[in-house]
Protein backbone atom coordinates (compact mmCIF):
# COMPACT_ATOMS: atom_id res chain seq x y z
CA UNK A 1 0.00 0.00 0.00
CA UNK A 2 1.53 3.39 -1.11
CA UNK A 3 1.68 6.51 1.39
CA UNK A 4 -1.09 8.37 2.70
CA UNK A 5 -0.70 12.07 3.63
CA UNK A 6 -1.32 12.52 7.18
CA UNK A 7 -1.22 16.26 7.34
CA UNK A 8 0.49 19.37 5.66
CA UNK A 9 2.79 20.70 8.06
CA UNK A 10 3.59 24.81 7.66
CA UNK A 11 6.27 26.20 9.06
CA UNK A 12 5.51 30.07 10.58
CA UNK A 13 6.69 32.17 13.28
CA UNK A 14 3.59 31.79 15.60
CA UNK A 15 1.88 27.95 15.80
CA UNK A 16 -1.44 28.65 17.52
CA UNK A 17 -2.27 32.08 15.90
CA UNK A 18 -1.83 31.08 12.81
CA UNK A 19 -3.98 27.75 14.01
CA UNK A 20 -6.43 29.91 15.04
CA UNK A 21 -6.70 31.46 11.63
CA UNK A 22 -6.69 28.64 9.46
CA UNK A 23 -9.02 26.99 11.73
CA UNK A 24 -11.44 29.89 10.78
CA UNK A 25 -10.46 29.48 7.50
CA UNK A 26 -11.90 25.82 7.40
CA UNK A 27 -14.31 25.90 10.27
CA UNK A 28 -12.06 23.62 11.96
CA UNK A 29 -10.65 23.30 15.08
CA UNK A 30 -7.29 23.34 16.91
CA UNK A 31 -6.43 20.32 19.28
CA UNK A 32 -7.50 20.50 22.54
CA UNK A 33 -4.23 20.42 24.13
CA UNK A 34 -3.04 23.56 22.07
CA UNK A 35 -2.43 26.95 23.69
CA UNK A 36 -0.73 30.06 22.87
CA UNK A 37 2.73 30.04 22.81
CA UNK A 38 3.08 26.44 21.90
CA UNK A 39 5.28 25.51 19.45
CA UNK A 40 3.02 23.55 17.06
CA UNK A 41 -0.89 23.95 16.22
CA UNK A 42 -2.46 21.24 14.95
CA UNK A 43 -5.86 22.36 13.03
CA UNK A 44 -8.40 19.59 11.90
CA UNK A 45 -11.58 20.56 9.52
CA UNK A 46 -13.42 18.34 7.36
CA UNK A 47 -11.24 16.41 4.41
CA UNK A 48 -8.22 18.10 5.95
CA UNK A 49 -5.27 18.37 8.65
CA UNK A 50 -2.87 21.40 8.92
CA UNK A 51 -0.05 21.17 11.79
CA UNK A 52 1.91 24.75 12.14
CA UNK A 53 5.14 23.81 13.94
CA UNK A 54 6.94 27.92 15.14
CA UNK A 55 10.42 27.83 13.20
CA UNK A 56 13.01 30.69 13.80
CA UNK A 57 13.65 31.36 10.16
CA UNK A 58 11.27 34.23 8.40
CA UNK A 59 9.04 33.31 5.24
CA UNK A 60 11.25 34.69 2.43
CA UNK A 61 10.05 33.66 -0.85
CA UNK A 62 6.83 32.81 -2.49
CA UNK A 63 5.64 29.32 -1.16
CA UNK A 64 6.33 26.69 -3.62
CA UNK A 65 3.20 24.54 -2.59
CA UNK A 66 0.07 25.74 -1.52
CA UNK A 67 -4.00 24.75 -0.93
CA UNK A 68 -6.51 25.67 -3.10
CA UNK A 69 -9.79 26.23 -1.38
CA UNK A 70 -13.40 25.81 -2.94
CA UNK A 71 -16.22 26.73 -0.97
CA UNK A 72 -18.81 24.59 -0.41
CA UNK A 73 -21.85 26.70 0.92
CA UNK A 74 -21.36 30.44 -0.40
CA UNK A 75 -19.69 31.56 -3.63
CA UNK A 76 -16.35 31.88 -4.38
CA UNK A 77 -16.67 36.24 -3.77
CA UNK A 78 -18.56 35.63 -0.48
CA UNK A 79 -15.59 32.92 0.33
CA UNK A 80 -12.78 36.01 -0.07
CA UNK A 81 -14.81 38.55 1.76
CA UNK A 82 -15.23 35.77 4.82
CA UNK A 83 -11.90 34.80 4.69
CA UNK A 84 -10.35 38.56 4.39
CA UNK A 85 -12.21 39.49 7.62
CA UNK A 86 -10.46 36.75 9.06
CA UNK A 87 -7.11 38.08 8.52
CA UNK A 88 -5.78 37.23 4.90
CA UNK A 89 -5.04 39.90 2.44
CA UNK A 90 -5.08 39.96 -1.65
CA UNK A 91 -1.81 38.79 -3.11
CA UNK A 92 -3.37 38.80 -7.05
CA UNK A 93 -6.90 38.46 -8.51
CA UNK A 94 -7.25 36.35 -11.11
CA UNK A 95 -11.05 37.27 -11.60
CA UNK A 96 -12.05 37.04 -15.48
CA UNK A 97 -15.15 39.05 -16.73
CA UNK A 98 -16.77 35.37 -17.71
CA UNK A 99 -16.95 34.49 -13.55
CA UNK A 100 -14.14 31.94 -14.18
CA UNK A 101 -10.63 32.62 -12.07
CA UNK A 102 -9.63 32.47 -8.82
CA UNK A 103 -8.26 34.73 -5.79
CA UNK A 104 -4.64 34.58 -4.37
CA UNK A 105 -4.46 35.37 -1.30
CA UNK A 106 -2.03 35.39 2.02
CA UNK A 107 -2.50 34.32 5.76
CA UNK A 108 -1.61 36.50 8.38
CA UNK A 109 2.10 35.46 8.55
CA UNK A 110 2.29 35.44 4.07
CA UNK A 111 1.72 31.85 3.41
CA UNK A 112 -0.16 31.99 -0.27
CA UNK A 113 -3.60 29.98 -0.94
CA UNK A 114 -6.23 30.37 -3.92
CA UNK A 115 -10.14 30.68 -3.23
CA UNK A 116 -11.20 28.90 -6.33
CA UNK A 117 -14.84 28.76 -7.77
CA UNK A 118 -17.10 26.84 -5.77
CA UNK A 119 -19.06 23.66 -7.49
CA UNK A 120 -22.45 25.45 -7.96
CA UNK A 121 -20.46 28.30 -9.64
CA UNK A 122 -19.00 25.66 -12.38
CA UNK A 123 -22.20 24.56 -13.60
Known amino acids: MASLIRHITVDCSDAYLLGQFWAGVLDGSLADDDFPGDPEALVTAPGSTLLFVTVPD ?11 LQPQDRTRDEEVERILALGATVVGDHRRPDGTGWVT ?16 ERK
Open 58 to 68: AKSVKNRVHVD
Open 105 to 120: LADPEGNEFCVERSAA
